[in-house]
């Protein structure tokens, strides 16, 4: 069964600081990583796709990195709209479900002002 | 980008009962997706809707209790049927668009609670 865990849970940041949020998986073959955004009572909002061992994605103050034993998401110098949860899925190459997403709980991101 | 609606945004239901919930994309997609997000959880497939075919459940989901329609290639619905409190949540639709890279899209989701 595929799995996706993000770390850490919740995060508190100050305006500015940067962080990185991680996310770890198991799965049968991956065909995807996806990172999405989501603030409350939306639906997830997509950021970035990413396929392939040493690949990275930018927009504005996020940057998505995948290697062979890292997958995280960079925010730098973050502002208080970047607050919202981040959420990490990965599509499968194989199986019933192989389009459909497999999704992390997310990381519950504040950043104060 | 795709531009999806839901409806209804939000119902209040009463147990045993069904509620339908459409999904509407304001362009042609293959593949379109029903995903369910309970309170304080990650979300998590229900199915896979193709026109044409039928849809695949993902294990733990059955037609009975969720029946889906594929009827063209941009709208889809969703029925949470005999409702409990335990099928309080929020249902998401999603499609997948290929283009220069491939995603998938979120509808804005239906809440739902079930008294």
């Known amino acids: 069964e595929d799995q996706v865990t993000q770390s850490p849970e919740a995060l508190r940041l100050q305006e500015g600081e940067s962080s990185s949020l991680n996310c770890s998986y198991t799965?049968?073959?991956?065909?995807?990583l996806f990172w999405y955004r989501q603030d409350p009572g939306k639906g997830p909002e997509f950021l970035f796709t990413l396929y392939s061992a040493g690949e990275e994605k930018e927009k504005e103050r996020l940057k998505a990195t995948l290697t062979k034993k890292e997958r995280f998401l960079h925010i730098t110098a973050p502002k208080p709209e970047d607050s919202a949860t981040y959420l990490c899925a990965v599509q499968a190459g194989s199986g019933g479900g192989a389009d459909g997403l497999t999704f992390g709980k997310g990381t519950h991101l504040i950043i104060q002002p | 980008s795709a531009v999806i609606s839901q409806k209804p945004s939000r119902d209040i239901c009463q147990r045993g009962t069904s509620l339908t919930i459409q999904c509407q994309v304001d362009s042609q997609v293959t593949m379109m997706f029903w995903y369910r997000q309970q309170p304080g959880q990650s979300l998590t497939l229900i199915a896979t809707?193709?026109?044409?075919?039928?849809?695949?459940?993902e294990s733990g989901f059955v037609i009975d209790k969720f029946p889906i329609s594929r009827p063209n290639l941009t709208f889809s619905t969703l029925t949470v049927s005999n409702m409990s409190p335990e099928d309080s949540s929020i249902y998401l639709c999603?499609?997948?668009?290929?283009?220069?890279?491939?995603?998938?899209?979120f509808g804005p989701g239906t809440r739902l609670l079930v008294l």
């Open positions: 809707a193709n026109q044409g075919s039928e849809a695949t459940y």
């Open positions: 799965v049968s073959g991956l065909r995807g």
């Open positions: 999603s499609v997948e668009a290929r283009g220069n890279q491939e995603t998938q899209y």
